[in-house]
């Protein structure tokens, strides 16, 4: 499995340097890593091979293969891994006292709470998509979802924007949503068609 951070969290790391040392990026980078291995553990257990996976400034991105082929139960499992990790520090954090545990905690409330908003590609929103898909027709509820998901994150992001600078990581990470979801509109029906022609595939070789 290829592991590797994605450039957009180099600003963003180093704002929170300068305004909270190394110290606290140790502890959000840590925070993200562990975030994204639950979704690693839940892929693998669900029986999910996975290619590479990606840490973002709201947790990470895994390339897992054939994940058109998944169930229902798979992808919903995977979308919760993460936010099940995060809340297992959380827990720790709450129950612990060592030095900076309070930032700690935060830092596990704030990444949790982002997490789980119901805006695709977040855990929350993937986990809402699975759980609103139209059995007749998944491809038209997913189109409806992504589209939505695309004005919340820009609605985010503009409602942030009004309480710059102190919040510029969070208007680049909303920011950083609404472009992902616009990509994956667009690149919708080209998604849809590998699917079918995959699950034509091992129709077949069944």
């Given amino acids: ?19 909270g040392g190394v110290s606290l990026y140790a502890m959000i980078l840590f925070s993200l890593v562990f975030h994204e291995l639950g979704h690693v553990l839940a892929a693998r257990q669900s029986g999910m091979k996975i290619r590479s996976c990606t840490i973002l400034p709201y947790g990470g991105e895994l390339q897992i293969v054939n994940r058109q082929l998944a169930t229902k139960r798979q992808r919903l499992l995977i979308a919760l891994g993460g936010p099940l990790a995060t809340a297992i520090l959380l ?3 709450l129950l612990s006292t060592f030095p900076g545990s309070t930032q700690f905690t935060q830092i596990q ?3 949790l709470a982002v997490n789980l908003l119901p805006i695709l590609p977040l855990d929350g929103g993937q986990a809402l998509s699975v759980l609103l898909e139209n059995k007749h027709n998944k491809y038209a509820s997913r189109s409806v979802f992504l589209l939505y998901s695309i004005i919340a994150s820009a609605s985010l992001c503009l409602f942030l924007s009004t309480y710059l600078p102190d919040s510029l990581p969070y208007v680049m990470i909303s920011a950083f949503l609404a472009i992902q ?13 590998f699917e079918q022609l995959s699950a034509s595939k091992r129709l077949s070789l069944d």
Wanted: glycine share 2%; hydrophobic share 60%; aromatic share 24%.
């Fill in 91 to 93: 827990v720790i954090g």
């Fill in 1 to 19: 499995m290829k592991f590797r951070i994605h450039p957009i969290l180099l600003p963003i790391f180093l704002f929170f340097m300068i305004v």
């Fill in 109 to 111: 409330f704030l990444l």
């Fill in 181 to 193: 979801n616009f990509i994956s509109y667009r690149f919708r029906k080209y998604e849809q068609a």
